[in-house]
């Protein structure tokens, strides 16, 4: 047999040791044929093979990013206004107005990442602001964790909200003394607004995923998994492109859908026979028991320091969410739930326990995402019941520390984002960013989780959570495949899985931590296709 491709390298990370290794990989079609030393692979050269010698480049397992929203963040990152970076809300009005004089033809004008306590806000702002700058169109500003937004009249009057208009289910239309919007809408309130502004045509919405594509094989991420967005975000998803791209042989990063646990189990059946390919398919499901701490919705097991008459609150009664688990784990599926504030920690753990007794124990890989608070008689839970934690190490420098210091009593400081700790437990671990919540590109994820650089990027937060290069590189790649039961087939380089695998453009074990920063993907492999190549010398 020879080779299509055989990649030499002095720093191949193969995901299986704690160092990388002078060895050569063989590629044969979709998947690896050998992995050992350069002069063992010799006789799988032929006059067709490419050969890539990587030299002191890392060469690795694809990233494979365990939390994404996929439409969302071509949404974010390509058809709205940056809002990360103001300084003030006018400065976010300002740069809304710039941004809308120069798409006249935009029908909405949307906007991400903006967040007040970054400028040192209590309040929050009101549409009248916004209105002063936009009186005529459409403004809906996304807060940079997704669970709010920040709206101009115009989208109120478009979306039929008045005084009369009753918040819905886990969601808050922010009134004034007078009865009157002001703007702010919590959790499922900005459906309200969303589904008008996400009403995008097919041909958009191919438009979108094909832009994920291209920054996902940039970025050297080969996999990921498409978790439901939530009732505020109804209508981005992309099922229907995705398949489309499927069929047409034109995915370039694998996909793993995760859509809504409802209860609904007969749709959930027809998901998985639908979406059951190597490159797209479903591999559970997805719900929210809390909010954010930013917005006083994550669910904690003490009120808020700052705000005592609240501990938050859940999406869905606990008896609802204790059906839907006990039925959806008796029918095999794997779950995922979004917990933030250490109550939902504590509640989601207990709905996973519950599902156990009633159904008995087996592999179910049920997950925790997020886990930005924590209790400490939680932690040894998730290794007893089989649970694993996913958690996003780029999270705890979204937004100055205050965001959560000021909302939760002292003792529970060193337990803010915990990740070394849930590693000191034995458990496997999927790594992810919540793209676009956070950009797409690992080396963030990466930087943060070995040296806890907080939001200025120059102080250490939590130091003892920190964790060594090799975990993060796993838990981006193994811990992440495992994350859906495909560790068999992805997450390492070895003999007889498919070929996913990424050239960077140093050896980061190598570098100084704040290089890794600057560290750039120059090859991206996905089932033995070349799908992204910067520069690479060529034998």
């Known amino acids: 047999m020879k080779a299509d491709i055989i990649i030499h390298g002095n720093a191949v990370f193969t995901g299986l040791n ?18 050992d030393t350069p002069d ?33 963040g071509s949404l974010f990152n390509h058809y709205s206004v940056p809002l990360s970076e103001t300084v003030s809300a006018e400065d976010a009005a300002e740069k809304v107005k710039a941004y809308a004089d120069a798409h006249t033809h935009a029908p909405w004008i949307i906007g991400v990442g903006w967040d007040s306590t970054a400028w040192g806000d209590k309040d929050f702002p009101d549409r009248y602001l916004l209105d002063r700058y936009i009186p005529d169109r459409p403004v809906f500003l996304i807060q940079a964790e997704g669970h709010y ?59 979108m995923a094909q832009l994920f594509l291209d920054e996902a094989a940039k970025y050297g991420v080969t996999s990921v998994n498409d978790l439901y967005l939530s009732r505020a975000h109804e209508g981005l998803e992309g099922y229907s492109v995705f398949k489309e791209f499927d069929e047409n042989d034109q995915l370039t990063t694998r996909i793993h859908l995760y859509p809504p646990l409802n209860g ?54 606990e008896e609802q969410l204790q059906e839907w688990v006990t039925a959806a784990d008796k029918e095999g599926y794997q779950i995922k739930f979004h917990t933030i504030g250490d109550g939902a920690v504590r509640l989601g753990l207990d709905l996973y326990e519950n599902a156990q007794k009633e159904n008995g124990r087996r592999d179910s890989r049920h997950t ?48 803010l984002y915990v990740n070394a700790t849930l590693f000191n437990e034995g458990i496997v671990m999927p790594y992810s960013s919540d793209y676009p919540i956070i950009p797409l590109n690992p080396m963030l994820g990466l930087y943060h989780a070995v040296t806890r650089k907080d939001y200025t990027l120059e102080d250490t937060w939590n130091e003892q959570e920190k964790i060594s290069l090799a975990q993060a590189l796993k838990a981006y790649t ?23 695998i990424v050239i960077l453009d140093r050896n980061l074990f190598e570098v100084p931590e704040k290089e890794i920063l600057d560290t750039n993907v120059e090859f991206t492999i996905v089932d033995g296709q070349i799908v992204y190549e910067k520069t690479v010398e060529i034998v």
């Open 18 to 35: 704690e160092q990388p290794e002078k060895l050569s990989v063989a590629i044969k079609d979709n998947q690896i044929i050998d992995v």
């Open 40 to 72: 063992a692979l010799e006789n799988y050269i032929s006059d067709v093979t490419r050969v890539v010698d990587a030299g002191d480049k890392l060469v690795m397992p694809g990233f494979f990013d365990s939390h994404i929203h996929i439409m969302a």
């Open 149 to 207: 937004g920040w709206v101009n009249s115009k989208a109120i009057e478009i979306a039929g909200i008045t005084k009369e208009t009753a918040n819905p289910d886990y969601g808050i239309i922010y009134k004034d003394d007078n009865g009157e919007p002001t703007g702010i809408l919590i959790e499922s309130a900005m459906s309200l607004v969303g589904k008008h502004a996400y009403n995008f045509s097919e041909e958009q919405k191919m438009k």
């Open 264 to 317: 609904d189990l007969e749709a959930a059946k027809d998901f998985k026979e639908n979406f059951s390919s190597p490159k797209l398919k479903m591999a559970g499901l997805k719900q929210f028991i809390d909010g954010v701490v930013t917005g006083y919705t994550a669910y904690m097991l003490d009120p808020y320091k700052d705000k005592p008459e609240t501990r938050g609150e859940i999406g869905f009664s």
């Open 368 to 415: 925790l995402e997020h886990i930005e608070v924590i209790s400490t008689d939680d932690i040894p839970r998730f290794k007893e019941l089989g649970v694993m934690p996913s958690v996003q190490p780029y999270h705890m420098a979204l937004m100055p520390r205050e965001s959560h210091t000021e909302r939760v009593a002292e003792e529970k400081f060193p337990y």
């Open 478 to 500: 193994y811990g992440s495949a495992y994350s859906v039961f495909r560790e068999n087939e992805i997450g390492t380089l070895e003999k007889g899985k498919l070929a996913d």
